[in-house]
């Protein structure tokens, strides 16, 4: 965006111009899950609560 538009956009927005550049969008959805998900319960499985 900034070299085609000259302004800057933030991460949330640049994901979504990754598939249009190019990018799969399997790896586009799994990095803004990764960082946009909410996270899952201290108590949930997987956590260290439920492994005791």
């Known amino acids: 965006m900034t070299l085609r538009e ?6 949330r ?3 979504a111009e ?3 550049m190019g990018e799969p969008a399997e790896v586009v959805e799994d990095v803004t899950r ?4 909410e ?3 201290a108590d949930g ?8």
């Open 6 to 11: 000259e302004r800057l956009i933030g991460r």
């Open 39 to 41: 996270p899952a319960p």
């Open 34 to 37: 990764r960082r946009y998900a």
């Open 13 to 15: 927005p640049s994901l």
């Open 18 to 20: 990754l598939p249009g």
């Open 45 to 52: 499985p997987g956590s260290p609560a439920a492994r005791s």
